[in-house]
Nanobody, 129 residues
Framework: QLELVESGGGTVEAGGSLRLTCAGLGRTFRNYQVAWFRQAPGKERDFVVGFDNNGGTTYYSDSMKGRFTISRDYAKNTVYLQMNSLPPEDTAVYYC??????????????????????WGQGTQVTVSS
Protein backbone atom coordinates (compact mmCIF):
# COMPACT_ATOMS: atom_id res chain seq x y z
CA GLN A 1 0.00 0.00 0.00
CA LEU A 2 1.12 3.54 -0.68
CA GLU A 3 0.57 6.41 1.74
CA LEU A 4 1.06 10.00 0.61
CA VAL A 5 1.88 12.75 3.07
CA GLU A 6 1.80 16.39 1.98
CA SER A 7 3.46 19.26 3.80
CA GLY A 8 4.63 22.80 3.16
CA GLY A 9 1.32 24.60 3.08
CA GLY A 10 0.69 27.80 4.96
CA THR A 11 -0.18 31.45 4.58
CA VAL A 12 1.71 33.66 2.18
CA GLU A 13 1.18 37.18 0.89
CA ALA A 14 0.10 37.74 -2.67
CA GLY A 15 3.09 37.55 -5.00
CA GLY A 16 4.92 35.18 -2.71
CA SER A 17 6.07 31.60 -3.16
CA LEU A 18 5.62 28.24 -1.47
CA ARG A 19 7.01 24.77 -2.04
CA LEU A 20 4.79 21.82 -1.24
CA THR A 21 6.16 18.37 -0.54
CA CYS A 22 4.52 15.00 -1.08
CA ALA A 23 6.30 12.02 0.46
CA GLY A 24 5.38 8.50 -0.58
CA LEU A 25 5.51 5.84 2.15
CA GLY A 26 5.31 2.10 1.70
CA ARG A 27 5.87 1.82 -2.04
CA THR A 28 7.82 3.62 -4.68
CA PHE A 29 5.82 5.63 -7.18
CA ARG A 30 8.65 5.70 -9.69
CA ASN A 31 6.56 3.83 -12.30
CA TYR A 32 3.32 5.65 -11.61
CA GLN A 33 1.78 8.92 -12.66
CA VAL A 34 2.00 11.61 -9.98
CA ALA A 35 -0.07 14.76 -9.86
CA TRP A 36 -1.09 17.73 -7.79
CA PHE A 37 -4.71 18.82 -7.52
CA ARG A 38 -6.33 21.61 -5.57
CA GLN A 39 -9.76 22.31 -4.18
CA ALA A 40 -11.06 25.71 -3.15
CA PRO A 41 -14.07 26.00 -0.80
CA GLY A 42 -17.29 25.16 -2.60
CA LYS A 43 -15.51 24.15 -5.79
CA GLU A 44 -14.50 20.93 -7.49
CA ARG A 45 -11.07 19.43 -7.20
CA ASP A 46 -9.00 20.76 -10.09
CA PHE A 47 -5.88 19.43 -11.75
CA VAL A 48 -2.76 21.53 -11.28
CA VAL A 49 0.15 19.58 -12.74
CA GLY A 50 1.15 15.96 -13.26
CA PHE A 51 4.12 13.90 -14.29
CA ASP A 52 4.04 10.65 -16.22
CA ASN A 53 7.00 8.69 -14.88
CA ASN A 54 6.72 6.14 -17.68
CA GLY A 55 6.61 8.56 -20.60
CA GLY A 56 8.64 11.30 -18.97
CA THR A 57 6.14 14.03 -19.82
CA THR A 58 4.88 16.80 -17.55
CA TYR A 59 1.34 18.07 -17.97
CA TYR A 60 0.28 21.48 -16.70
CA SER A 61 -3.10 23.05 -16.32
CA ASP A 62 -3.06 26.03 -18.66
CA SER A 63 -3.76 28.49 -15.85
CA MET A 64 -0.81 27.24 -13.78
CA LYS A 65 1.76 26.94 -16.52
CA GLY A 66 4.72 29.23 -15.92
CA ARG A 67 4.04 29.74 -12.22
CA PHE A 68 3.99 26.18 -10.90
CA THR A 69 6.71 23.57 -11.29
CA ILE A 70 6.62 19.90 -10.37
CA SER A 71 9.83 18.08 -9.51
CA ARG A 72 10.72 14.76 -7.93
CA ASP A 73 13.42 13.04 -5.97
CA TYR A 74 13.29 9.30 -6.61
CA ALA A 75 15.78 8.53 -3.88
CA LYS A 76 13.41 10.09 -1.34
CA ASN A 77 10.23 8.95 -3.10
CA THR A 78 9.11 12.55 -2.91
CA VAL A 79 7.44 14.99 -5.25
CA TYR A 80 7.51 18.76 -4.94
CA LEU A 81 5.32 21.58 -6.17
CA GLN A 82 7.00 24.95 -6.43
CA MET A 83 4.46 27.76 -6.62
CA ASN A 84 5.49 31.30 -7.50
CA SER A 85 3.75 34.65 -7.95
CA LEU A 86 0.77 33.50 -5.96
CA PRO A 87 -2.47 35.52 -6.19
CA PRO A 88 -5.30 35.13 -3.62
CA GLU A 89 -7.18 32.99 -6.15
CA ASP A 90 -4.66 30.20 -5.57
CA THR A 91 -6.00 29.72 -2.05
CA ALA A 92 -7.08 26.09 -1.75
CA VAL A 93 -6.29 22.72 -0.24
CA TYR A 94 -3.61 21.10 -2.37
CA TYR A 95 -3.55 17.33 -2.79
CA CYS A 96 -0.94 14.95 -4.06
CA UNK A 97 -2.20 11.96 -6.06
CA UNK A 98 -0.64 8.83 -7.51
CA UNK A 99 -2.11 6.44 -10.03
CA UNK A 100 -1.21 3.81 -12.57
CA UNK A 101 -2.87 5.13 -15.68
CA UNK A 102 -2.96 2.82 -18.66
CA UNK A 103 -3.13 3.53 -22.33
CA UNK A 104 -2.28 6.78 -24.03
CA UNK A 105 -1.61 9.54 -21.53
CA UNK A 106 -2.97 12.98 -22.32
CA UNK A 107 -3.61 16.13 -20.34
CA UNK A 108 -7.29 15.20 -20.30
CA UNK A 109 -6.55 11.77 -18.84
CA UNK A 110 -4.11 13.12 -16.27
CA UNK A 111 -6.70 15.67 -15.15
CA UNK A 112 -9.31 13.15 -14.12
CA UNK A 113 -9.46 12.54 -10.37
CA UNK A 114 -10.92 9.04 -10.75
CA UNK A 115 -7.71 7.90 -12.45
CA UNK A 116 -5.75 8.16 -9.21
CA UNK A 117 -5.86 5.41 -6.61
CA UNK A 118 -3.82 7.11 -3.90
CA TRP A 119 -4.39 10.53 -2.34
CA GLY A 120 -2.75 12.50 0.40
CA GLN A 121 -4.67 14.25 3.15
CA GLY A 122 -4.13 17.68 1.62
CA THR A 123 -2.30 20.77 2.75
CA GLN A 124 -3.90 24.20 3.05
CA VAL A 125 -2.46 27.10 1.08
CA THR A 126 -3.79 30.55 1.87
CA VAL A 127 -2.73 33.58 -0.15
CA SER A 128 -3.55 36.85 1.54
CA SER A 129 -4.18 40.03 -0.42
Amino acid sequence: QLELVESGGGTVEAGGSLRLTCAGLGRTFRNYQVAWFRQAPGKERDFVVGFDNNGGTTYYSDSMKGRFTISRDYAKNTVYLQMNSLPPEDTAVYYCAVGRLVGGITLGIMSRTEKYAYWGQGTQVTVSS
